[in-house]
């Protein structure tokens, strides 16, 4: 750091003192202090409560469309109930099956994993782990959560549309999408779908340039970017891609738009649909499937690169090892974060794309199991001659690492696509993203709730509740999802409403009920882990030692309940890198402590 | 009542979980949290071990049960397949290994490494040979992957190979439309705009265009050669659609506007292959596999192999669709009128 800058962060620490002094005295209201805050921590609860609510209803979505794949020639009357004229008789209609589908795969996509996990990680950790009072702008970070609230809110009430939510599947390819004569949802569900993503997009953008700006600029004296956690790494990684690539995704979005209302031709050629001829000509669908992947395979990233980072800070923190080969780890995420621009049309291998560009594209996509290697291999050896604290965050954290694996692997598959060809759209890729990106985030995302609850609320959550939702979880979601991978290789194909017409599909229909009969437990497990969230923040145990994990970094050196501007008196100054468990024989060190005369340099 | 009584256990079941809960963390406050978090440390170390067995077990069962299922167990339908199959074996061996070492290190790691008085943790920072070892090794079996991978599929995206049977098919909401080029080996223009089921032209054939007058239309069936190369020139009329053959291994959208194409080669009849599966009912299906609206999950498409002989015996029965559009001109028919001749001579001419 040069002379330049200490000066700068020195005049901010004086300033940020008289502002911290000033928060004891100020009274907030209620409005001021828990609605429209500008308070890190809280807008972080915020995306976190709003993510819980998603998750719940897309959660219950996949149950309902499960029961239907489960028992297609049941009727359930509690259906017709609860969805009216979508669920005729008990029996789900298919146009509505559809429906479920895509909101259930926007929901978890965009709401949950993107704005749950790394809403609520980013605002979280950022200013705490690198020693700052608050982010670099808390008013473009509360704006970021009301136009997040605001996409939420309108993509809520497209739920209620007479004509259907948006229903052409989450990645809404055009011409399915573009035209209401081709399918309900396409008709006003379907530009509320894009109005939420204009929103959401929107939310994004000023919430990923906050992060950045506030990792680069406003680090404690002492943090360099070496002495980073990896949390604050993957996160800073999470929102260049999302800085990067959302933009190209909202293009998409006007363009769509255009195409719907304008009269264009952008995604639209050679159309005749229910008789009507369409005048469009000379427009490419496969144009729209460009735009949409260059956002959408960063997207996974965007999804995973958080739970890495939070499982790399758990792991290390609970086997009170240092975390193996850091800058190894730092130069992986900085490689798959560049190579997920660049193979994103492996998603478009039969769509007709030229086979020689495809070939680059198989490349490339191969190319990223490198470093998710070297990931793996990391967590193994941290894990090696470790002294293994099974909290309930390690615990999600080991499932994590775990479920990668599983998922990762059957990536080599797909990305290679002589074999796409026939993998291709079947269950096989819904095994695999569901494992790798799916219910691996989630479990990062459980590790880093579990994890930093005590932070969060000052409580801890019930252990035996944690216990039981881990196990269940874990083991349901090999159930649900490793017999699909089977399913897929018969070509069984994705988004299909009812099997049983067909002579190659039909011979999964047990399968298919022990499915749909474990998503249901699994999902009764999560109600659980719910209830032991709320129930916590009100009654949990006290939190009663400011670092209850015995970790090293800034955010344990706060206060149990931290205020506004996180640190009562100075920001603390860092003089180590965060990974100093079982060093000369000391149980951690605080990246707080000066090194010692002595003292090994790592 | 049986809807509240289900929703009255499934509370009540909650209540008993919670109570638990809540019991053994004031236990655990009692006994010393110290003492009861170690005892949950063991537990929870035998459970990662319990997982690991149980979880191979799970997946060696699983195969047993539904790899019978799938479509390898009798191998590929197609030449082209064949070596897919191949290159799916080379890549369950890879990734199979690697599946099994890193998730049997992981649980037993973790069970081994759990929490103990009697060892220190190592510290135990980085290893440069260590990196090296595992950036270099997956990068080489990568590349192995990506050779052969790329081998193959030059092979099957390269041009279809002289000879080739040609067949257009076309997708719609929710059908596949079938066209054989008839004796000419070619097949007539078309123009979406031409379109009119009403005049017997539902895929929009210009007529204008003399090598559409003996194309055959048929809906739904397609019937080709055995150990003949197909080449499907794949449309559709209105949203992306997909001709999935999951038993040829090959797949290719049908996209609005820009025509696509694929070529295989069968190698079984279908009723070799009802005896090949012992499955009387065996049909080569044609399935949908980009979601095209509310009836995608019934856009089912047959494809029947079957010997030159049978073929050309199934060809002899169709009619060009030409004939059914101007059903005056046909030759079998008796002679049509003057002055329908003559209208029908001015629609070609527009």
New interface residues.
């Given amino acids: 750091m040069n002379n330049e800058e200490v000066s700068h962060e020195q005049s901010l620490v004086v300033h940020d003192l008289g502002h911290a002094a000033h928060v004891h005295h100020h009274k907030q209201s209620f409005i001021t202090k828990y609605i429209f805050s500008q308070d890190h921590k809280i807008i972080s609860r915020q995306f976190l409560i709003t993510g819980i609510i998603w998750a719940l209803i897309g959660g219950l979505f996949s149950v309902i469309f499960r029961l239907q794949l489960g028992y297609p020639d049941s009727t359930f009357p509690?259906l017709q109930d609860l969805l009216g004229h979508w669920a005729p008789g008990g029996k789900l209609d298919?146009?509505f099956y559809?429906a479920l589908v895509t909101m259930h795969g926007t929901i978890l996509v965009f709401f949950v994993l993107t704005a749950g996990l790394s809403g609520t990680f980013a605002n979280f950790l950022i200013p705490l782990q690198v020693g700052a009072r608050d982010m670099a702008s808390p008013f473009l970070n509360m704006l970021s959560y009301w136009f997040f609230f605001s996409a939420s809110i309108v993509m809520f009430c497209s739920l209620f549309l007479q004509t259907g939510p948006a229903s052409?599947?989450w990645t809404i390819?055009p011409?399915?999408s573009a035209?209401g004569d081709?399918?309900?949802g396409s008709k006003t569900g379907m530009d509320m779908w894009l109005a939420s993503m204009g929103l959401f997009i929107i939310s994004q953008l000023l919430a990923g340039l906050n992060y950045i700006t506030t990792i680069l600029n406003m680090r404690t004296k002492g943090m360099s970017m070496t002495r980073l956690p990896l949390t604050i790494w993957s996160l800073f990684f999470t929102a260049v891609l999302g800085v990067l690539s959302f933009p190209v995704l909202l293009s998409a979005v006007v363009l769509l738009l255009f195409d719907r209302h304008l009269g264009t031709s952008f995604f639209?050629?050679?159309?005749?649909?229910g008789?009507k001829?369409l005048p469009n000509?000379?427009?490419?669908?496969?144009l729209f499937q460009h735009l949409f992947w260059f956002l959408g395979h960063p997207e996974v990233y965007i999804i995973a690169l958080p739970a890495m980072g939070i499982t790399s800070e758990v792991i290390s923190v609970n086997?009170?090892?240092?975390i193996?080969?850091?800058?190894?780890m730092v130069g992986s995420f900085f490689a798959i974060a560049a190579l997920s621009f660049m193979v994103w049309a492996h998603h478009m291998f039969?769509?007709?794309l030229n086979?020689f560009l495809?070939?680059f594209f198989?490349?490339l996509t191969?190319?990223i199991?490198?470093p998710s290697?070297?990931k793996?291999?990391n967590?193994?050896?941290t894990?090696?001659?470790?002294?293994?604290?099974?909290t309930p965050g390690m615990?999600f954290a080991?499932g994590f690492?775990?479920l990668f694996?599983?998922g990762g692997?059957?990536g080599?598959?797909l990305g290679?696509?002589?074999?796409d060809?026939?993998l291709?759209?079947?269950y096989f890729v819904v095994a695999h993203f569901h494992l790798v990106m799916g219910v691996a985030s989630m479990f990062g995302m459980f590790a880093g709730v579990y994890h930093w609850f005590p932070k969060m609320f000052g409580r801890y959550m019930?252990?035996?509740?944690s216990?039981?939702h881990f196990?269940i979880t874990?083991?349901g979601a090999?159930?649900i999802f490793?017999?699909m991978h089977?399913?897929g290789?018969?070509?069984?194909?994705r988004?299909?409403?009812?099997?049983s017409?067909?002579?190659?599909?039909k011979?999964?229909g047990g399968?298919n009920e022990f499915i749909s009969v474990v998503a249901l437990i699994v999902f009764?497990t999560q109600?659980?882990f719910i209830?032991?969230f709320f129930y916590s923040i009100f009654k949990g145990?006290k939190v009663t030692t400011p670092n209850p994990w015995g970790a090293t970094t800034l955010e344990w050196t706060t206060p149990i309940r931290p205020g506004h501007g996180n640190w009562i008196s100075e920001i603390p100054e860092v003089y180590r890198w965060p990974?100093d468990?079982?060093?000369?024989?000391r149980d951690f060190i605080p990246q707080t402590e000066p090194v010692g005369e002595n003292e090994n340099r790592? | 009542m049986t809807?509240f009584f289900l929703i009255a256990i499934?509370v009540l079941f909650?209540l008993i979980?919670?109570q638990?809960?809540?019991a053994?963390?004031y236990v655990?406050?009692l006994k010393g949290e110290e003492k009861s978090?170690r005892q949950?440390?063991k537990?929870?170390?035998f459970?990662?071990i319990a997982?690991l067995v149980?979880?191979l077990i799970?997946?060696w069962y699983?195969?047993k049960l539904?790899?019978p299922?799938?479509?390898?167990p009798q191998g590929a339908a197609s030449a082209e397949?064949k070596?897919?199959d191949t290159?799916?074996w080379i890549?369950i061996a890879?990734?199979g290994a690697?599946?099994f070492a890193?998730?049997i290190?992981?649980?037993w790691?973790?069970f081994r490494?759990?929490?103990?008085d009697k060892?220190?943790?190592?510290?135990?920072?980085?290893?440069n040979k260590?990196?090296l070892i595992?950036?270099g090794i997956?990068?080489i079996v990568?590349t192995v992957?990506?050779v052969f991978?790329?081998k193959?599929?030059?092979q099957?995206?390269?041009a279809a190979p002289k000879g080739s049977q040609l067949i257009e098919i076309t997708g719609?909401?929710f059908g596949w439309e079938i066209r054989y080029p008839g004796k000419d080996g070619m097949l007539g223009r078309k123009y979406?705009?031409l379109?009119d089921?009403a005049k017997n032209n539902p895929l929009?054939v210009d007529w204008a265009d003399a090598a559409s007058h003996d194309d055959i239309h048929v809906t739904t069936t397609m019937h080709v050669v055995v150990n003949r190369p197909v080449k499907l020139v794949i449309n559709s009329?209105?949203?992306?659609h997909?001709v999935?053959l999951?038993?040829f291994?090959?797949?290719?959208?049908a996209?609005?506007?820009?025509p696509?194409?694929m070529w295989f080669t069968p190698i079984y009849t279908t009723a070799q292959m009802k005896e090949k599966t012992g499955?009387p009912?065996?049909?080569y299906?044609i399935?949908?596999?980009?979601?095209?609206?509310?009836?995608?999950?019934?856009m089912?498409g047959v494809i029947i192999v079957e010997t030159q002989a049978e073929f050309d015996a199934y060809m002899a029965t169709q009619k060009p669709e030409y004939y059914k559009a101007f059903p005056e001109l046909d030759p079998d028919k008796k002679p049509a009128s003057d002055s329908t001749a003559k209208t029908v001579a001015q629609n070609i001419k527009k």
């Fill in positions: 509690f298919p146009e559809y052409g599947g390819y011409p399915l035209l081709a399918m309900s639209l050629s050679d159309i005749v649909i008789g001829i000509e000379g427009g490419s669908p496969i086997s009170r090892k240092p193996f080969g850091y800058m190894a039969v769509t007709g086979p495809g070939s198989v490349l191969l190319l199991a490198v290697a070297i793996v291999f967590w193994l050896t894990l090696w001659k470790g002294s293994i604290r099974f615990l080991i690492v775990s694996i599983s692997l059957t080599i598959w290679n696509s002589s074999l060809i026939h291709h759209d079947t019930n252990n035996t509740l216990y039981i196990w874990i083991a090999y159930c490793w017999p089977y399913e290789l018969a070509g069984m194909p988004r299909y409403y009812d099997f017409n067909w002579e190659s599909f011979m999964f399968l009764a109600l659980l209830f032991n145990r990974y468990y079982g060093k000369d024989g790592h | 809807d499934i909650f979980i919670f638990i809960s809540k053994s963390e655990s406050v978090r949950n440390n537990v929870n170390g459970f990662m997982f149980a979880g799970g997946v699983c195969n539904y790899y299922k799938t479509l390898f397949g070596n897919i290159m799916l890549t890879v990734t690697v599946f890193t998730q290190l992981l649980f790691f973790s490494y759990q929490e103990s060892k220190k943790p190592l510290y135990f920072t980085h290893s260590l990196e595992w950036t997956p990068a990568l992957l990506v991978g790329l193959y599929w030059f099957f995206t390269s719609h909401q979406y705009k379109t089921p929009g009329q209105d949203v992306i997909d999935g999951p038993a291994r090959m797949k290719m959208d996209v609005p506007g820009t696509t194409t499955n009912d065996f049909t299906e399935a949908c596999d980009q979601l095209c609206g509310k009836g995608h999950f019934g089912r």
